[in-house]
């Protein structure tokens, strides 16, 4: 005898029952019974927060960049803006050097939290150490990471990373003086700031890979590096994916390291599209070019969607095996 | 469902309402507030203390307007934001060639015919009037400074290489000699030049004026002359050959102007009004600057520069009338009563502020010179380590910069320089011939 057979009271409680709500009790009456109202109440002022703030602006800028204005008066001028800044021989060179920064920062700022929160999840003692360690370059303002680096980056013997170099027998290097080292320096600072959040978002993924997979992988005996390749990057897969296109999309839109490092120069070479758009708005022709500016920001701004859009269709198949 | 937390959010939230529907309201008892420009971020206390001697004393004269102080700096980001948020100052000052492009975009107010009342429009130099005009002549501010462009050295660093403070260069080899030295005897940079920020186009043009180099020539460009060619291997023989230009060479103006009063450089061109700020924004100790002309080569010119006073386009017609009272009162009254200057000189002297810096006249030479007599007893910058710029300057007439599209060719050149500063095997005629073909693209577009 089961226990639903000795109990006929506990059968008819256990029975199957109806669980989708009826038609009728979907109304307008019930939403609110069921406290839809003090949810959108209590959204409230964070949605119109947004909108004055966020989507309001995004709005006029699209605006904007049908227009020619000097901010006191406007004047539709259609697609001139765009034209305009096609036409810009400046923009070919910056987004090269966008296209340079997002593919350096790709090949060294990308792998290096990997490895490091690998390295971290195999330390014994001290782990929450470690991760305060890793995150305090980012919790420095970027403004004041950025004007340290500088102090760092002095192109004489005596500056800071000339004199580490010098120990080891290395000649003082220009760094951010020099149109070819410009930009690479510009990424070593960038990674640097931006590794500690990466990191613990990897610490964190990594605590979800089960062990088991590791003990499986001893026992047909594989050594540390090839448990990483075939266990934990697998498994991280699906966060590593949306790390990528997050920081595509960062570096796509780099704008505080040019413009307080160099300013775009030495010559051109560290000028990105941001600062193109900065450029545009407020330097050289003051008072003249805000059209440009905001068509050429409303272009980026649909290329990432386009390359994001296409990213997520052809990894969806990869990351959901 | 009333609880007292929702009665409290609902009371809190009205309070802030209320709040900031009182403290919008402007204007106390009647009088017409004026928002005026005072100094840039940084100033020392003294210039604000001197400003308000000033401001109590205008509003004695004028007691229907409330004069107020607002800190403020010439910075395209800066006047941007605040023209569109309406925010801008009622009287702020812009630089000649910035004045220049606003007045052609509609963002400053005509003020012909306030000029013109006021009577002392035919007093103005007309050169530098000529800079606020549109082409239908109508005139858009009131210059109220001008200056030339000077050298400027840092007298300490001159001593340490064993150099006399008392006789400057007075010619480009001499410069180049006495930049090695300094390099050489203290590991400073001898010489200096800006180089970001469309400063770098502005001295080079500054630099190629004196050997003789016109940027433009009527609608033409003409960055390919030998003056500029000149300037340019001068930047690559000190900088590639000698070794005295340091190591920085992303400098514009505050960047420059912080590192020589750091002593970091001995020295560079930039205008001859230049103390004021070094002493009260960037913390210069007086007692090691010293002044020069440029040096000028056969067939070279000095370039000139300033700043007028000027009104967004956006005020009511009373607030305009009232700025333009304080114009007059502030800024003019000064170069032309005995008066005005004598009160202004005091105010300035008291505070410790800097009185008699080197100038150029925007009015006539004699009016120029009656001020100079009736601010004697107040001056207080060391003119004697001026002297080189004094002596000098009598004999070189000031040329106006480029008209046309200014501030971006300027930047065009200012990667001309930075790339003949970093890269040791740029070709300067290849540079030059396509920022040339670059500022004609635009004079032409």
Known sequence: MTVLEERPELQQRLRPRRVTPRKRDRSPITWVRRGGLTTLLLALPMILVFAAYSWWPILQA???SFQKTNLITYQFVGIDNFIAVLNDPVLGIAVVNTLYFAVL????????PILMAVLMSEVRKLKGFYSALAYLPVIVPPVVAVLLWTVFYKASPTGVFNTILGWVGIPPQPWI???????PSLVLEATWAAAGGSIIIY???????PPELYDAAEVDGAGIWRKIWHVTLPQLRGVIFVMLI??????????????LFTSGGPNNSTVTVLLLIFRYAFEGSLGGKYGQATALSLMLAI????ASFVYFKVTQKWSTN | MKSPTKVIAIAAAFATVASLAACSTGGSDGKLELRVATFPPGADQAAYDAFAVQEEQFEKENPNIDIIGVEYEWKAPTFTAQLAAGSLPDVFTVPFTDAKTLLENGQLADVTKEVTDLGYADKFNPIILDAVKDADGNIFGFPRQAYALGLQYNRDLFEQAGLDPDSPP?????????????????????????????????????????RGGVMQDGTTSTIDNDGTKATLQYFHDLRWE???MGDNFLLDWGGINQEFAAGNIGMYTSGSDLYTALVRDFSLDPAVYGLTTIPVEEGGNVLGGGDIAVIPPTVTDDVKAAAVKWIDWYYMQKLLTEDGAVRDAKALADADQAVGTPVLPVLDEETEAQRLKWIEPYVNVPREQMKGFFDGIVNQTPVGEPKLHTQEIYQILDNVVQAVLTDQNADIDALLAQANKDAQALIDG
């Not at chain 2, 000699?177 to 970001?196: L, P, S």
């Open chain 1, 62 to 64: 699209i605006w904007m």
């Open chain 1, 105 to 112: 920062a790709l090949i060294f700022g990308f792998p290096l």
């Open chain 1, 177 to 183: 003086q020099d149109a070819t080292q410009a930009m």
């Open chain 1, 203 to 209: 610490l964190a993924a990594l605590l979800a890979v």
């Open chain 1, 246 to 259: 997050l920081q595509v999309i960062a570096t796509a839109q780099v704008f505080l390291e040019p413009y």
């Open chain 1, 303 to 306: 290329f990432l969607a386009l």
């Open chain 2, 170 to 210: 007075t010619t480009w080899e001499e410069v180049r000699e006495y930049a090695k030295q300094i390099a050489e005897k203290t590991g400073k940079a001898g010489y200096a030049t800006m180089t970001k920020g469309a400063t770098g186009g502005w001295q080079l043009t500054a630099q190629s004026v004196t």
């Open chain 2, 242 to 244: 000698d070794n005295s």
